[in-house]
């Protein structure tokens, strides 16, 4: 199978042009590996026991050995299964290693948040996730504006596909998700190979970053996390569901959170505006996975009108996150969302000059007026700091709905 392009590979040239060590991050078996081999000359897979070995007798003197009989980046794949490396990089760039010496691979993040971890100011880290529509569909390097027209305010600018999808259209892309290995796979094979992904997950990976004494009740978490895409719900309902106290729930969903299932979008707040919810929104990271492991399709979502609609945010979702990565824009998305629920916001894109763009997904191919009217709401407490307001939707054409708030196809992001 040819090599798709993928949006993180421009930022990786970038990285390794300007410094000596990148960290590709991300969920298993989203490419990661495959992207880092296109430009590394030299490969070890750390999670081969006969490779790993002279790097867990003494990392320094293996990746010296390496260093000297190579002449471009060395890919250390699986960085995590001989943690010990990182230190030994940390010393190869002290010692002056030069632009582009090191790529590493992994699956967790959790090690990064240490305060004791070596990477700090000698490793990029680069995000990467399963892949978008955009991905899927580019014959060259996958290049898309809409971060940026949507922060700059030209949003009737948006390219679209000749024919973009219909509702069916979006839940068929939805349900089949983002991981490359399942595109192209029938229903039931692309169900059989996600399951399997999450039995490792709760067998090998989760445990494998924290202490795991219930594999059952840690199933029925991710589970009521898959769930729950989309929503506010509350750790104490996790719990329930989970049958768990809620500190072990918390515990357990931050590893799953550092293997990239499931995130969140923390909560907006403005002087400007009171009453407004601190509590953040929970996605799964991939909405193949909710299909899958709620058993459901094309037509069960059709069937059930508060699902598709929280599959249909969760697939934007995903579509907007790498593009938020690679923007040259720094951006950070929210969700806005009164105490008593009479006005609330999608996601909130505020860029680091305070400007702010708000989202509305609906699955409707011709919103009205009506739908965008929380939309109108912030720009009018907002005033000129709300640049742009969108109401995604599932029809074919961009039109206006109210000044500064238009309606745009939720193509518009690939």
Request: proline share 6%; no cysteine.
């Amino acid at each position: 199978m040819p090599y798709l392009p993928r949006l993180i590979d421009r930022n990786l040239v970038d990285v390794l042009a300007a410094f000596p060590a990148a960290l590709i991050v991300g969920p298993r078996a989203v490419g990661k590996t495959t992207t880092a081999r296109r430009v590394a000359t030299e490969v070890v897979e750390l999670d081969d026991p006969a490779q790993a070995a002279p790097f867990r007798a003494d990392p320094t003197a293996a990746l010296e050995a390496l260093r000297r009989n190579g002449s471009g980046p060395l890919l250390l794949d699986e960085w995590q299964e001989v943690p010990e490396v990182l230190g030994a990089i940390k010393r190869a760039v002290d010692r002056g290693a030069g632009p582009g010496s090191f790529i590493l691979t992994g699956s967790v993040r959790a090690p990064l948040n240490s305060a004791s971890w070596p990477g700090t100011g000698r490793v990029i880290t680069l995000d990467m996730h399963p892949m978008t529509v955009l991905e899927q569909r580019a014959a060259t390097a996958p290049d898309n504006e809409f971060v940026s027209g949507l922060l700059s305010g030209q949003v009737t600018g948006f390219a679209l596909p000749a024919e973009p999808p219909d509702l069916v259209g979006y839940l068929e892309l939805a349900a089949t998700g983002g991981y490359p290995a399942v595109l192209g796979l029938p229903g039931s094979a692309r169900k059989l190979w996600l399951d399997s992904y999450v039995e490792q997950l709760v067998l090998r990976d989760v445990p494998e970053l924290g202490e795991v004494r219930d594999p059952a009740a840690l199933r029925r978490l991710l589970r009521a996390l898959i769930e729950s895409t989309g929503t506010l719900t509350a750790d104490t309902e996790l719990a329930a569901a989970a049958d768990m106290n809620v500190k072990t729930v918390r515990r357990q969903e931050r590893l799953l959170e550092d293997l990239r299932i499931v995130t969140s979008l923390p909560a907006w707040h403005t002087n400007r505006l009171s009453r407004l919810i601190k509590q953040r929104k929970r996605y799964t990271v991939d909405t193949g996975l909710v299909a899958a492991q709620l058993e459901t399709d094309v037509r069960g979502l059709l069937r059930q009108g508060d699902l598709m609609g929280r599959m249909l945010e969760t697939f934007v979702l995903a579509q907007l996150r790498p593009l938020l990565e690679v923007s040259e824009r720094k951006v950070v998305a929210y969700h806005l969302r009164q105490q008593d629920g009479r006005r609330e916001v999608d996601v909130l894109l505020e860029g680091a000059d305070g400007r702010v763009a708000g989202l509305e997904i609906k699955a409707s191919a011709s919103p009205a007026k009506a739908d965008a009217r929380h939309l109108v709401w912030l720009r009018d407490q907002l005033a000129d700091r709300f640049v742009a307001g969108l109401v995604l939707h599932t029809g074919k054409t961009i039109y206006q709905l109210d000044d500064r708030v238009s309606a745009v196809p939720i193509a518009a992001l690939f």
